[in-house]
C-alpha cells in the first residue's frame, strides 16, 4: 500500500511544481516517511528470506561444525539486533509521541519511528522461526531443517 502511495504522491507533485507552477509542499516528506516505512519491513522480509546483503566467504571456508556454529552463534546475535529495535524504537516512539511533523500537524513523529519497532519485531520472529523450525522454503519443496 505505501509503495502504491509512493507512486501516486511523486506524480502529483511533479504535476503541481511543472503544470500548476505552484509546488505542493506535502509530497516529498509523505514519500520519504512510506518509503522509511518499506525499507524497515522490506529488511524484515529480505532477512526472512534470506536475500539481504551477507559475507559467506569465511564461513564457506570453515568445517561443517563451525559453519553451523557460526550459524547459530549469527542467528543470536540478528536476534540481540532485533531485540535493540524493539526496546530502543519503543523509547523513541514514546519519547517523540507528542511532538508533531511540520508538514502534517496532525502526525505525530513516534508514529513515524513505529516501522523500526515492527520490523524489529518482526525479525525476532524470524529469528525465533529459524532457531526452531528452520529457514523457509526457497522454493517450496524444501523442508523446515533447523540451525543447530
Do not use: K
Not at 507512486?7 to 511544481?17: C, E, G, L, Q
Request: proline residues 8%; negative net charge.
Amino acid at each position: 500500500m505505501a509503495l502504491v502511495l509512493v507512486s501516486a504522491v511523486i506524480p502529483w507533485a511533479v504535476y503541481t511544481r511543472y503544470i500548476l507552477n505552484s509546488a505542493s509542499s506535502w509530497p516529498e516528506p509523505m514519500a520519504v516517511l512510506l518509503t522509511v516505512g518499506i525499507t524497515f519491513i522490506g529488511s524484515a522480509n529480505c532477512y526472512r528470506q534470506r536475500i539481504h546483503m551477507n559475507m559467506t566467504v569465511g564461513t564457506d571456508l570453515l568445517p561443517p561444525p563451525l559453519r553451523r556454529a557460526s550459524l547459530f552463534l549469527s542467528e543470536v546475535l540478528m536476534g540481540v539486533i532485533a531485540i535493540f529495535m524493539v526496546f530502543w524504537g519503543l523509547r523513541l516512539v514514546q519519547t517523540t509521541w507528542d511532538n508533531s511533523v511540520d508538514e502534517f500537524p496532525w502526525l505525530s513523529v513516534g508514529i513515524t519511528y513505529l516501522p523500526i519497532v515492527v520490523s524489529g519485531a518482526m525479525m525476532l520472529l524470524f529469528v525465533v522461526e529459524r532457531l526452531t523450525i528452520g529457514p523457509p522454503p526457497r522454493d517450496g519443496s524444501d523442508a523446515h531443517v533447523p540451525v543447530e
